[in-house]
């Protein structure tokens, strides 16, 4: 049973354009949502992360929306760029437990 | 400081062999968890080491093992392996259980025909 569902599995957008993916997950005993960056051939890299007590973090062009009611946390970014193109993941995890991962997002953002 | 590491990068094995992948994690970190990346499903988790021990264990055959070394360094053991096998495994360390970020290595992509 997959704890954390993404979607799109994949998006392409144009540069300048705003990329959002998008995060569900049922474990209302989940803490800690962090995205993380994959490029090839490179292991994921955390990107941001939010915490249930807030609704919104920013940090530059990649902010984080969270809606604890929903169940649901998704990832912005603002003005995409050419090198922004990499595969994205959610994850989630509670008091410092196992991390679960969505499924992934391969984002391509054409000039 | 050095990132993580893993060796072997790349390997071939048939089916039936096993296999023994290492990560040496960052310096003064304790946890390392493994995880089996293939498309489609994402990251799966393996099992976490700390201090020598394993923590965590996810929805993997016995045929997947682990281990961990006094200097935090890691092994994982993979038997019997099947064609479903194939896939990019990745070590992340964090200082401990319950640090926030993780970091990962850049993986050993594991080829079984």
């Known amino acids: 049973q997959q704890q954390v569902k993404q979607s799109p599995q994949s998006l392409i957008v144009q540069k300048g354009g705003i990329s959002i993916i998008n995060c569900a997950y049922e474990?209302?005993?989940?803490?800690?949502f962090p995205w993380y960056q994959q490029f090839p051939g490179k292991g994921p890299a955390l990107l941001i992360a939010?915490?249930?007590?807030?609704s919104e973090k920013k940090e530059g062009r990649f902010t984080i929306s969270f809606n604890k009611s929903a169940k649901q946390f998704s990832l912005h970014i603002m003005d995409s760029q050419p090198g922004d193109s990499a595969t994205y993941f959610c994850?989630?995890?509670?008091?410092?437990?196992?991390?679960?991962f969505g499924t992934g997002t391969s984002l391509t953002v054409i000039p | 400081k050095a990132g993580v590491t893993q060796t072997p990068r790349y390997l071939i094995k048939t089916r039936g062999q096993q296999v023994t992948l290492s990560c040496s994690p960052i310096?003064?970190?304790?946890?390392v968890s493994w995880y089996q990346q293939t498309p489609g499903q994402g990251l799966q988790f393996l099992f976490e080491?700390?201090?020598?021990?394993?923590?965590n264990k996810g929805n993997f055959p016995g045929r997947f093992s682990g281990r961990q070394f006094s200097n935090s360094r890691s092994e994982m053991n993979v038997s019997t392996l099947e064609l479903g096998d194939s896939a990019l495994y990745l070590c992340a360390s964090r200082p401990g259980p319950g640090g926030e970020t993780q970091y990962f290595g850049p993986g050993t992509r594991l080829l079984v025909l």
């Open positions: 994850a989630a995890s509670y008091s410092g437990n196992q991390f679960y």
């Open positions: 080491y700390f201090s020598e021990t394993q923590r």
């Open positions: 939010i915490r249930p007590d807030v």
């Open positions: 474990n209302t005993a989940f803490d800690y």
């Open positions: 310096s003064g970190h304790r946890s």
